[in-house]
C-alpha cells in the first residue's frame, strides 16, 4: 500500500515518513523566497506549493518526491525542467 499525507489510519494526523506536505503548504502560503536548500526535496515542495497558488489551485493536502524532477502533490504530477521551472500538471 503506498500513501502520501496524512496517514491512512482515520483520525491519525502524523505525516507519512515521506511527505513533503509541510513544505508544500510553506511555499502554498509563503511571501518571501525558497529558505531551503536549491534542488533539495524540500525545494521542490516548496516550489510545487508556490506554483500551485500562482496557478490559482488548491492548497496542498499530500505531497511527496516522484521520480527525477517530479513532485506528486494532491492527484497531480508536478513536472520541473531542466531550469527547475514547474512547467506541467498531469
Known amino acids: 500500500m503506498r500513501w502520501h499525507g496524512l496517514a ?3 483520525g491519525d494526523t502524523k505525516l507519512a515518513k515521506n511527505s513533503l506536505l509541510p513544505e508544500a503548504i510553506a511555499g502554498y502560503t509563503a511571501q518571501g523566497d525558497c529558505p531551503f536548500l ?3 526535496a524540500s525545494w521542490f515542495a516548496w516550489q510545487t506549493g508556490a506554483f500551485l497558488n500562482r496557478t490559482g489551485r488548491v492548497i496542498p493536502t499530500s505531497c511527496s518526491m516522484g521520480r527525477g524532477y517530479k513532485v506528486n502533490v494532491n492527484d497531480m504530477v508536478v513536472a520541473f525542467d531542466k531550469k527547475l521551472a514547474p512547467f506541467r500538471l498531469s
Open 8 to 10: 491512512p489510519q482515520t
Open 38 to 40: 536549491y534542488s533539495s
